[in-house]
C-alpha cells in the first residue's frame, strides 16, 4: 500500500497503511449504541485504539483529537447521517480507510460506497449485516499491527513469580431470560513491557510440568475472584479450564475439594474440558465426574462438535454441560450445516438431562437462531467479550444484558 502524506504536527503519526508497529486507530460511527460497543469491542481485540460517535456532527472533533486511521459506520435509513460523514472527511482531508456497514444488497450501501469513491476516500468493501468478529478482521487485515512476539519466550515460572498472570470472565447468559447467570474464566497474562499478552506465548503443553502450575493457579485465583465478586455484587458462579494431565494427579481431587469456599452462597465450580480429552479419557473423565459433582464441583465438555457421536448411548453421564464449538455457532443464522450440528447436540443433551451452552454468538441472528433451536445458555461478543474481574464486577452493574435497542 501507498503512505498517506501529510504535514504539520501530524508528520510524526505520517500513516504507513500496512503493517506496522504504531498502534492504528479507529473511530466508529453509529446511532445504534450496541453495535457500537459490540464494533469497538471486537476492534480493541485487534489492537485498535478505539473512539466513537453516534451523531456526524461528532465526528469533526474526533477526526482533530483522535486521529484515526479507519472510520466504521452504519448505512440504515433511520441511522447516522453518511451523507454528512463523508462530507466532513472530505472537508477534513481525511487519508485513512472507510469501512460501511449495512445489509445486504442495500441501494443505499451501494449509493454511499460510489459517492465516497467518487470524492477520493479510499473505501473498503462494505461489510454486509449480520457479520461475524473474523469477517471484520478480514476486512481491515491491511491495518493490524504485527503481533509483538515476546522473545525470549515468557515461562509460566517467571510470570507466577512476577505477578503478572490474572483471569479474565466473559459472561454466560439465560438464552431465554438475557439474565446473567455466570462466568467462564480465561487466563491472561499481563507484561510490564508488551502489555496483555496471547494465551499462545505462554500457555505450556500439556505434558510440561509447568501446566500444573499454571492450572494451580487458574482454581485459586478462581476463588479468590469469587469471593471478590460476591463482595462487589453478588454470587456468580465461575467455570475454569482445566487439561485431563491436572486430572491424573492423584492429588487433584482432595485437592480441589480442599479449595472450594465453604461459603453457603458458593454454588460451586464447573470444570471445562476439551471433549477430545474427555471422549480420549471417558472412563477417568467419567469417574472423575461422579465423584467431584458430590463436592460441589461439576464437569462440563467444552468445544463440542462434530464428535458428538462418541457420547451417545453412556451408561452414565455424570457431566452438568455440553458447550458446542463456536465454529458450529458464529453464523448458524444462515447455514444450515452449522445449526444442523447444533440441533443433534442439543438432542443429545436433553436425552442425558443436561444444559447444553452456545459459544461465540456475535450477532443478534445467531442468537435469534440459538434461542429458537433450544439452547438453554449462550456466550460471545454480542454480550460481552473476556475483561478483566474489576471490569466484569462493575459491567454486571450495568443496564441489563440487551440484543437490540
Same mark, same amino acid.
Given at each position: 500500500?501507498?503512505?498517506?502524506?501529510?504535514?504539520?504536527?501530524?508528520?510524526?503519526?505520517?500513516?504507513?497503511?500496512?503493517?506496522?508497529?504504531? %498502534?492504528?486507530?479507529?473511530?466508529?460511527?453509529?446511532?445504534?449504541?450496541?453495535?457500537?460497543?459490540?464494533? %469497538?469491542?471486537?476492534?480493541?481485540?485487534?489492537?485498535?485504539?478505539?473512539?466513537?460517535?453516534?451523531?456526524?456532527?461528532?465526528?469533526?472533533?474526533?477526526?482533530?483529537? /483522535?486521529?484515526?486511521? +479507519? !472510520?466504521?459506520?452504519?448505512?440504515?435509513?433511520?441511522?447516522?447521517?453518511?451523507?454528512?460523514?463523508?462530507?466532513?472527511?472530505?472537508?477534513?482531508?481525511?487519508?485513512?480507510?472507510? +469501512?460501511?456497514?449495512?445489509?445486504?444488497?442495500?441501494?443505499?450501501?451501494?449509493?454511499? /460506497? /460510489?459517492?465516497?469513491?467518487?470524492?477520493? !476516500?479510499?473505501?473498503?468493501?462494505?461489510?454486509?449485516? @449480520?457479520?461475524?468478529?473474523?469477517?471484520?478482521?478480514?476486512?481491515?487485515?491491511?491495518?493490524?499491527?504485527?503481533?509483538?512476539?515476546?522473545?525470549?519466550?515468557?515461562?509460566?515460572?517467571?510470570?507466577?513469580?512476577?505477578?503478572?498472570?490474572?483471569?479474565?470472565? /466473559?459472561?454466560?447468559?439465560?438464552?431465554? %431470560?438475557?439474565?446473567?447467570?455466570?462466568?467462564?474464566?480465561?487466563?491472561?497474562?499481563?507484561?510490564?513491557?508488551?502489555?496483555?499478552?496471547?494465551?499462545?506465548?505462554?500457555?505450556?503443553?500439556?505434558?510440561?510440568?509447568?501446566?500444573?502450575?499454571?492450572?494451580?493457579?487458574?482454581?485459586?485465583?478462581?476463588?479468590?475472584?469469587?469471593?471478590?465478586?460476591?463482595?462487589?455484587?453478588?454470587?456468580?458462579?465461575?467455570? !475454569?479450564?482445566?487439561?485431563?494431565?491436572?486430572?491424573?494427579? @492423584?492429588?487433584?481431587?482432595?485437592?480441589?475439594?480442599?479449595?472450594?469456599?465453604?461459603?453457603?452462597?458458593?454454588?460451586?465450580?464447573?470444570?471445562?474440558?476439551?471433549?477430545?480429552?474427555?471422549?480420549?479419557?471417558?472412563?477417568?473423565?467419567?469417574?472423575?465426574?461422579?465423584?467431584?459433582?458430590?463436592?460441589?464441583?461439576?464437569?462440563? !465438555?467444552?468445544?463440542?462438535?462434530?464428535?458428538?457421536?462418541?457420547?451417545?448411548?453412556?451408561?452414565?453421564?455424570?457431566?452438568?454441560? =455440553?458447550?458446542?464449538?463456536?465454529?458450529?455457532? %458464529?453464523?448458524?443464522?444462515?447455514?444450515?450445516?452449522?445449526?444442523?450440528?447444533?440441533?443433534?447436540?442439543?438432542?443429545?443433551?436433553?436425552?442425558?438431562?443436561?444444559?447444553?451452552?452456545?459459544?461465540?454468538?456475535?450477532?443478534?441472528?445467531?442468537?435469534?437462531?440459538?434461542?429458537?433451536?433450544?439452547?438453554?445458555?449462550?456466550?460471545?461478543? =454480542?454480550?460481552?467479550?473476556?475483561?478483566?474481574?474489576?471490569?466484569?464486577?462493575?459491567?454486571? +452493574?450495568?443496564?441489563?444484558?440487551?440484543?437490540?435497542?
Amino acid at each position: 500500500m501507498t503512505d498517506t502524506l501529510c504535514d504539520g504536527d501530524l508528520a510524526e503519526r505520517c500513516t504507513t497503511f500496512g503493517r506496522r508497529k504504531m %498502534t492504528p486507530r479507529a473511530c466508529v460511527a453509529d446511532s445504534k449504541k450496541h453495535l457500537r460497543a459490540f464494533l %469497538t469491542d471486537v476492534l480493541e481485540d485487534l489492537g485498535f485504539v478505539t473512539s466513537e460517535c453516534a451523531k456526524a456532527d461528532q465526528l469533526g472533533k474526533i477526526l482533530e483529537s /483522535q486521529l484515526p486511521d +479507519l !472510520i466504521v459506520f452504519g448505512v440504515s435509513v433511520d441511522g447516522i447521517e453518511a451523507g454528512k460523514i463523508l462530507e466532513i472527511l472530505v472537508r477534513r482531508g481525511f487519508g485513512g480507510k472507510v +469501512l460501511t456497514l449495512g445489509a445486504r444488497e442495500s441501494i443505499i450501501v451501494k449509493a454511499v /460506497q /460510489q459517492v465516497g469513491e467518487e470524492y477520493g !476516500i479510499a473505501m473498503l468493501p462494505p461489510l454486509t449485516t @449480520p457479520f461475524a468478529a473474523d469477517t471484520l478482521r478480514e476486512r481491515i487485515a491491511m491495518l493490524l499491527p504485527e503481533e509483538p512476539a515476546p522473545s525470549p519466550a515468557v515461562h509460566v515460572p517467571e510470570a507466577l513469580h512476577a505477578g503478572w498472570l490474572e483471569l479474565w470472565y /466473559q459472561p454466560k447468559i439465560d438464552a431465554r %431470560t438475557l439474565v446473567r447467570c455466570g462466568a467462564e474464566a480465561l487466563v491472561r497474562m499481563r507484561h510490564p513491557t508488551w502489555g496483555v499478552v496471547p494465551p499462545g506465548y505462554f500457555i505450556p503443553e500439556d505434558d510440561d510440568p509447568d501446566f500444573l502450575r499454571l492450572s494451580d493457579f487458574v482454581i485459586d485465583r478462581a476463588m479468590e475472584d469469587w469471593r471478590y465478586l460476591l463482595d462487589q455484587q453478588s454470587p456468580t458462579d465461575i467455570s !475454569i479450564n482445566l487439561p485431563v494431565s491436572f486430572l491424573r494427579n @492423584p492429588r487433584a481431587m482432595p485437592d480441589l475439594c480442599h479449595r472450594m469456599p465453604t461459603h453457603p452462597a458458593f454454588g460451586g465450580l464447573l470444570i471445562e474440558i476439551n471433549s477430545t480429552e474427555v471422549i480420549d479419557n471417558l472412563d477417568l473423565l467419567i469417574e472423575f465426574a461422579k465423584k467431584m459433582r458430590l463436592h460441589n464441583v461439576a464437569v462440563s !465438555i467444552d468445544d463440542l462438535g462434530t464428535d458428538w457421536p462418541a457420547l451417545m448411548g453412556l451408561d452414565t453421564f455424570p457431566f452438568a454441560e =455440553l458447550k458446542v464449538d463456536r465454529q458450529f455457532v %458464529t453464523g448458524c443464522a444462515n447455514d444450515r450445516l452449522k445449526r444442523t450440528v447444533c440441533r443433534r447436540i442439543i438432542e443429545l443433551a436433553r436425552g442425558y438431562g443436561v444444559r447444553v451452552v452456545a459459544k461465540g454468538i456475535e450477532t443478534r441472528a445467531d442468537f435469534v437462531a440459538a434461542n429458537e433451536m433450544g439452547f438453554d445458555l449462550v456466550q460471545g461478543y =454480542l454480550f460481552g467479550k473476556p475483561m478483566a474481574v474489576k471490569k466484569f464486577a462493575r459491567s454486571a +452493574l450495568a443496564e441489563p444484558v440487551l440484543v437490540s435497542k
